[in-house]
Each structure stands twice: as structure tokens, then as C-alpha cells.
């Protein structure tokens, strides 16, 4: 565990980026070999789209490292927090950290932002991708950023996360994020088995179905289980049926300029549609 502490704990900015990098590159390679889908336009011209969002995602990350790394340090300090509570090894200490970091960081703010009409008009942006893949992870509107950055604040108080376990999650949340958004194919029985731990490709591209109840479903980012523990786990027989956006969207021109797409949450509200055939529910 000390290697593991260590390491993240003074983890510089380079391997970070490399690491983040890396996994993009992996999965695009994936992609490219074993696609669910063939994308209708070419790959490097949906990907320029997303790696901006990624870009300004990273840039609003970056302004407010500094207050992560503040609270951080005065949990520690002070012993602040939930994993405070009791005494245990660093081993626990880090699962317990992790669940409650996905748990409050990434599955109640993903959850609320379709629930949340001010938090929705920016969320949709991530949505609106009618070619789900690896770019589409960080496809996120700077404004939901915000958002994103202060539940994630808000995770790291309530859990008196030290900044290895933080710098631990978020690795492992980008690398999960990537590999579930990721058009890739696997065999339904290893996806079935991998979704019973953490959130597979399959379970996530229900998620960006344009329908709904389907886009209110599968909120997970790391872990599946909060899905199943809160009831908004949902399955489909056959996601290469599954047909990508939002329905207030759909639009492909309007989606691919990248003015259009910052400007959504401040355009006149469309409320979402759903679906109206209930043999889609079989799909």
C-alpha cells in the first residue's frame, strides 16, 4: 500500500495527462477493431468536437485543483470526514473512499442533472452526441464542469478523502469513464459479468439511448451497484438497436458546431419527448 500511497500522493501532472492520453488512444485503437457501430461521419471529425469540451473540461478542473488540494490537506489535518470515523488500514480505507467519492462525485450529480432542469440544460450537451464513443467521456459543457467540480468538492469534505485516494479515484474515473463511453463490442456474457461490478459499455450506452425512460437509467460512472441499489438500473436485449442523442436534439448539423452546443442551456427550454411505443422497451 505504501508504493500505492506514494505514488498518487505526489502522482505529477505529466503522468496524469499521459495516463489519460494513453486510455483515449487505447479504446480509439479498440474502436477501430471491434466497433459496435460504423460512424456515419469520420472519426477525427467527431472526435475535433469532443476533445474541445475535453480541453475546457480540463481548464475549469484545472482553475479549482487548488481548493481540492486544500480540503484535502485540512481533512487530514483536522481528520475531517467519514473515513475518519473509525480506525482502518489504508487497504479499506481507500475501497471505502472510492465508493463514497463515485457514490457522491459522479453517480448523485449525474442523477440530478436529469432531474434538475438548470443542471439539465447543461448535462444535454454530453448528450446530444449522436456517435457515442471514447471522445464522448469528457463531452461535457463548461458550465455542467462547474457543477461537477462542486459535488466532487462536496464528495472529498463529507469523505476526508487524503489527496492520494482522491488522485486514486479520479485516475481510475477517467479510465472508467473512457472504456463505458467507448464503441466497443463484447461478447454479452462478459459484458453481463463485468456490469455486475462496474458499469460495462453495454449498460452505459442504454444511458445515452435518445429516449426516454432509457436516458434515466444506468447513472453510474465506476461502480454499477449504485444503479442497482436505487432502482435505476435498466437493461435492453439488444444495444446495437439503440439509437444515439437526445430527442429534443437530433439534429446533426445543429450538433456539430461548437457555438451552437455552449449556447443550448441559455436557448428556449425543449422538454424531452419519451418514448411512445412500448415494444421499445423490449429492444
Same mark, same amino acid.
Given at each position: ?6 505514488? %498518487? ?16 488512444? %487505447? ?21 475535433? +468536437?469532443?476533445?474541445?469540451? @475535453?480541453? @475546457? ?36 480505507? /481507500?475501497?471505502?473512499?472510492? *465508493? ?8 448523485? !450529480? $449525474?442523477? /440530478? ?79 453481463? +459479468? ?12 442504454? $444511458? $445515452? ?40 436534439? *437530433?439534429?446533426? @448539423? ?7 452546443? +455552449?449556447? !443550448?442551456? %441559455? ?13 421499445? +422497451?423490449?429492444?
Amino acid at each position: 500500500m505504501e508504493v500505492i500511497i506514494n505514488f %498518487f500522493e505526489n502522482i505529477p501532472s505529466a503522468y496524469r495527462t499521459i495516463i489519460l492520453v494513453s486510455g483515449l488512444m %487505447f479504446f480509439w485503437i479498440l474502436e477501430g477493431l471491434i466497433p459496435v457501430f460504423q460512424p456515419k461521419k469520420t472519426r477525427l471529425t467527431h472526435a475535433g +468536437l469532443n476533445l474541445f469540451f @475535453t480541453l @475546457t473540461t480540463i481548464l475549469v478542473n484545472f482553475c479549482f485543483a487548488w481548493i481540492i488540494v486544500l480540503t484535502c490537506d485540512w481533512s487530514k489535518t483536522n481528520h475531517f470526514g467519514l473515513l475518519y470515523a473509525v480506525n482502518m488500514p489504508s487497504w479499506l480505507m /481507500l475501497i471505502i473512499g472510492v *465508493l463514497l467519492l463515485d457514490l457522491i462525485g459522479a453517480y448523485l !450529480i $449525474h442523477f /440530478l442533472e436529469h432531474k434538475i432542469r438548470i443542471m439539465w440544460v447543461f448535462h444535454l450537451i454530453h448528450h446530444t452526441d449522436t456517435e457515442v464513443d471514447v471522445t464522448t467521456a469528457n463531452r461535457h459543457h463548461p458550465g455542467e464542469s462547474v457543477f461537477r467540480f462542486v459535488f466532487t468538492f462536496l464528495a472529498v469534505l463529507i469523505t476526508g478523502s487524503p489527496i492520494w485516494i482522491f488522485m486514486f479515484y479520479q485516475t481510475i474515473s477517467a479510465a472508467l469513464s473512457q472504456f463505458n463511453h467507448a464503441n466497443i463490442h463484447l461478447p454479452k456474457k462478459i459484458d453481463t +459479468l463485468i456490469s455486475w461490478i462496474i458499469v460495462s459499455p453495454d449498460m452505459h450506452k442504454v $444511458h $445515452h439511448h435518445y429516449v426516454q425512460p432509457y436516458s434515466d437509467s444506468n447513472y453510474g460512472n465506476i461502480f454499477s451497484i449504485w444503479d442497482r441499489l436505487f432502482g435505476t438500473f435498466m437493461k435492453v436485449n439488444d444495444t446495437k438497436k439503440i439509437v444515439y442523442g437526445v430527442d429534443t436534439h *437530433l439534429n446533426r @448539423t445543429e450538433n456539430s458546431h461548437i457555438l451552437n452546443l +455552449l449556447k !443550448i442551456p %441559455f436557448q428556449p427550454y425543449r422538454p424531452p419527448v419519451g418514448t411512445k411505443n412500448e415494444k421499445d +422497451l423490449n429492444i
